[in-house]
């Protein structure tokens, strides 16, 4: 790029505009809905609103659909009796929108960020444990079994063990199989998304390989 800020700026959107989807969004809005909760607010009027982020699917004004994982993995059916998006309300929405959602019969406090809005069809499950390829960005020392370091999977943050690693110890550049546990709820994560783990400077990247829904 040109070091002028305007030049450079017109070929930061090409360069933008030109670059490949990582995602289909098109092929993803034939699928089953499924939204990533980040934020949740009381309306006076309306009641509880929440809103997020449409990775699959697409959701009308009217639909009813799963809302969890709650604290004990349960979810619970919820209709929808509005939806915004960009401060405009609308009757769909599809994926890769972002979106906020009126909910009926539903408190602010049973909601947190990490929660999802599913399709019935789905039968979602919610996980304590699973299996990521890993690789270690930086850690000052070593990484050993019961290493609980905080796991960020789509709006997921929470503390989890390793339970057990293909390698006995790992150091920054290594690589392995690692199993997780979350320390204090079960979470509703797919396999094949990408996780970031951290802990004071540690730093990893991964993608979960399996889920146990069973553990």
């Not at 790029?1 to 289909?24: E, K, T, V, W, Y």
């Not at 089953?32 to 509880?48: N, R, S, Y």
């Not at 979602?124 to 990484?143: G, R």
Request: charged share 25%.
């Amino acid at each position: 790029f040109c070091r002028s800020r305007a030049h450079s700026l017109d070929q930061i959107r090409q360069f933008l505009n030109l670059a490949p989807r990582r995602l289909d969004w098109g092929t993803l809005s034939q699928e089953p809905a499924e939204v990533l909760l980040d934020e949740t607010f009381h309306v006076t009027g309306v009641g509880t609103v929440v809103s997020g982020t449409v990775t699959r699917g697409s959701i009308s004004v009217g639909d009813t659909l799963m809302l969890g994982p709650d604290g004990n993995g349960h979810f619970t059916k919820v209709p929808i009796k509005g939806i915004h998006t960009k401060r405009v309300p609308v009757r769909r929405v599809m994926a890769g929108a972002s979106a906020s959602f009126a909910l009926k019969k539903i408190k602010r406090n049973q909601i947190r960020k990490g929660m999802v809005l599913v399709d019935q069809s789905l039968r979602p499950k919610a996980t304590w444990e699973f299996e990521a390829d890993i690789v270690i960005l930086y850690h000052s020392t070593t990484i050993n079994i019961n290493y609980q370091p905080v796991v960020h999977v789509g709006t997921v943050r929470q503390c989890a063990k390793i339970l057990s690693m293909t390698r006995d110890v790992l150091r920054t550049g290594d690589r392995a199989v690692a199993r997780f546990r979350f320390m204090f709820r079960p979470e509703y994560i797919h396999e094949g998304t990408r996780l970031i783990f951290r802990e004071g400077r540690t730093k990893g990247l991964g993608i979960i390989s399996s889920i146990a829904h069973d553990a």
